[in-house]
């Protein structure tokens, strides 16, 4: 079983609409959960953090973490062209200091 | 506002031999990584440090594979003899808290021939 799962596909949404991310992870015991950025050739970017269940907001950006499921999610709202990117959900792993990641989604924003 | 820092930004070596990939941490954190990311694929933990010592290391985190602090502000990865599939994206990552958020510097494009 992998310690993070994002399955979706490519993402593509219309400039000014929402992108609704999603993330599992396999380890009960996991305590943190962040949201990277990373552009094509570039390092990741973190741009949430959460640590307890509900939504957390910043910006234009929501995460939700929802630890009964193992579930993570980032929604955009209002997303831009500068959006697009590879978006990774990454987890600390039953409270180990390093972080486990998934495969990322690929957000496309069209103008 | 406070960076990771990666020194080069490519390197390119032979095959058995040694390459240094270095970084300096954000000043005030006390936590340091290594990750890397061979091209298409996802980032995978190497290993991590703190307080003069390895405190966690993956699989591939092998004995051709070092750490070392080698003074107060370099952090530095050392493959003491390169292999073809050592060739990935190397980043460096700090934090300044146990289980917080991890900074990562720009990485260095390893390739070897």
């Known amino acids: 079983q992998k310690e993070v799962e994002q399955n979706s596909g490519p993402l593509s949404v219309p400039e000014g609409a929402i992108a609704s991310l999603n993330c599992t992870y396999s380890?009960?015991?996991?305590?943190?959960f962040f949201w990277y950025r990373q552009y094509s050739g570039k390092s990741p970017e973190l741009i949430m953090s959460?640590?307890?269940?509900g939504d957390k907001e910043d910006g234009r950006f929501t995460a939700q973490l929802n630890k009964a499921s193992q579930y993570v999610s980032l929604l955009i709202r209002d997303s831009q062209p500068s959006d697009s990117a590879t978006y990774l959900c990454?987890?600390?792993?039953?409270?180990?200091?390093?972080?486990?990641f998934g495969k990322g989604n690929q957000v496309v924003v069209i103008p | 506002e406070p960076e990771v820092t990666q020194t080069p930004s490519h390197q390119v070596t032979q095959m058995g031999q040694e390459v240094i990939l270095r970084c300096v941490p954000i000043s005030n954190h006390l936590y340091f990584y290594w990750y890397r990311q061979i091209l298409g694929q996802k980032v995978e933990f190497l290993v991590s440090f703190y307080n003069n010592e390895i405190s966690e290391k993956s699989e591939i985190f092998d004995d051709q594979f070092s750490v070392e602090r080698p003074d107060g502000s370099n952090f530095t990865l050392k493959i003491r003899s390169t292999k073809l599939e050592d060739s990935a994206m190397y980043f460096c990552a700090s934090t300044g808290a146990d289980l917080g958020e991890q900074y990562f510097g720009p990485g260095t494009r390893l390739t070897v021939t």
């Open positions: 380890d009960r015991g996991s305590q943190s």
């Open positions: 990454a987890v600390n792993p039953g409270g180990d200091n390093r972080l486990a």
């Open positions: 959460i640590y307890s269940n």
